[in-house]
């Protein structure tokens, strides 16, 4: 006799987690334009980081990270660099490590590509089309990353992919 197979997706043990972690944004939305506000200020925005929030943390992270990259930009471009925040953050108020609302206690700005330690915007040459800008939310399982915060920001990128337990990303575009 022959028995037919169960898969483990109808028994309820699918191989993804209960909860997958989320983020989101009160200013911008998945593959819409940056809106001004968030932009350089060599094109006329406000340079200001957006506001960002977010669920379903692994409760086995130590510390969470969020990065704003730029894969478009010729060799890819760091925006913004935030590790070691503590694993219990939900969200970043707009302007946060901007001088305009705090980063959680704890919380370090790594140097950017322009070897800013904050947040620098979107600011793509003009004409060189639609840019996507992947911001990421990192779930750690260490309490403090252990790259070296003021150096290339690639080696902060590099170690975050090596070590992430968990991701959600959203990806916003800009063009000039």
């Known amino acids: 006799m022959i028995r037919p197979l169960v898969s483990l997706a109808a028994l309820g043990l699918a191989a993804n987690p209960a909860f997958a972690m989320e983020l989101k944004s009160a200013d911008l939305a998945e593959g819409a334009m940056f809106p001004a506000g968030q932009v350089c200020s060599d094109?006329?925005?406000?340079?200001?980081?957006?506001?960002?929030s977010w669920s379903g943390v692994p409760e086995n992270a130590k510390s969470l990270a969020i990065t704003i990259?730029?894969?478009?930009?010729?060799?890819?471009?760091?925006?913004?660099?935030?590790?070691n925040m503590p694993p219990n953050t939900t969200s970043l108020a707009q302007?946060?490590?901007?001088?305009?609302?705090?980063?959680?206690?704890?919380?370090?700005?790594?140097?950017?590509?322009?070897?800013?330690?904050?947040?620098?915007?979107?600011?793509?040459?003009?004409?060189?089309?639609?840019?996507?800008?992947?911001?990421?939310?990192?779930?750690?399982?260490?309490?403090?990353?252990?790259?070296d915060l003021s150096g290339a920001p690639d080696a902060v990128g590099r170690w975050l992919e090596k070590h992430a337990l968990a991701r959600a990303r959203l990806t916003p575009v800009y063009r000039k």
């Open 43 to 52: 094109y006329g925005g406000g340079n200001i980081a957006p506001a960002l």
């Open 95 to 147: 302007g946060a490590g901007s001088g305009k609302a705090q980063l959680p206690q704890g919380a370090q700005e790594a140097a950017n590509s322009y070897g800013n330690s904050t947040y620098d915007g979107p600011c793509p040459p003009q004409g060189s089309g639609t840019h996507h800008y992947q911001i990421t939310l990192w779930a750690l399982p260490d309490a403090k990353a252990e790259a």
């Open 69 to 83: 990259y730029d894969p478009d930009a010729a060799s890819g471009w760091w925006h913004w660099l935030v590790v």
